[in-house]
C-alpha cells in the first residue's frame, strides 16, 4: 500500500471519527413544552414512567374524564372476563334517567345494549349512560364507585378517590 493510500485512509478515518463523536456527543434538541390552558397536567412515558413534562400534576381536581375513563377501564375489563357482554340490554333507571350533566338522551325504563351506552359515555360524556353502565356492571352506583377506588388503588393511583360514576 502507498504512503498516499494508507495516508487518506487515515484521514478518511479520523473525519468519520469527528463526525460520529460529534453527532454522538451533540445534546439532545428536547422543545419547550408548550403552555396549556389547564390547572394540572402530566405527560408520561408509559414504558419508562418516565416525565416529560407537568405543571401541578398533584393538584386535586374533579376531572370528570378521568371519571369517565375509569368507568371505561372497568367496564372493559368486566366484558374482557365475560362477565357482561356488549349486546346486553341495560335497563335505564331513574336514577340514570334524571342524573344532570351532559347527556346520551336514554329513556327511563327503556334497554338499550351496552354497546350504545358505551358510546354515549364515551363520545358524548353522556352522564345518563355511564350511571346506567354502572348500575349494571355494579348492581348500583354506589358498588359501583366502591370498584372505582378498588381499581384506583391497584394502579397506585393514591390521589385519586371517586365519588360517584360520572365526576
Known amino acids: 500500500m502507498t504512503t498516499q493510500r494508507l495516508t487518506l485512509r487515515l484521514t478518511f478515518a479520523l473525519y468519520t ?50 371519571t369517565k375513563l375509569m368507568t371505561a377501564y372497568i367496564t372493559f375489563k368486566e366484558l374482557k372476563a365475560g362477565n357482561i357482554h356488549l349486546d346486553d340490554q341495560v335497563p335505564i333507571s331513574e336514577k ?38 354502572a348500575e349494571h356492571v355494579a348492581g348500583s352506583e354506589d358498588a359501583f364507585v366502591s370498584l372505582m377506588n378498588k381499581y384506583a388503588q391497584d394502579l397506585h393511583l393514591v390521589n385519586s378517590h371517586f365519588a360517584n360514576a360520572t365526576g
Open 96 to 133: 340514570a334517567w334524571r342524573t344532570p350533566g351532559s347527556r346520551t338522551f336514554v329513556e327511563v325504563g327503556s334497554k338499550v345494549p351496552l354497546k350504545t351506552l358505551l358510546q354515549g359515555m364515551i363520545v358524548q360524556s353522556g352522564n345518563d349512560a355511564t350511571v346506567a353502565i
Open 17 to 66: 471519527l469527528t463526525v460520529l463523536t460529534a453527532v454522538h456527543a451533540a445534546p439532545a434538541l428536547v422543545p419547550t413544552p408548550p403552555a396549556i390552558a389547564a390547572k394540572a397536567y402530566i405527560l408520561q412515558d408509559f414504558d419508562s414512567g418516565y416525565v416529560i413534562t407537568a405543571s401541578n400534576a398533584d393538584a386535586r381536581v374533579e376531572p370528570a374524564s378521568l
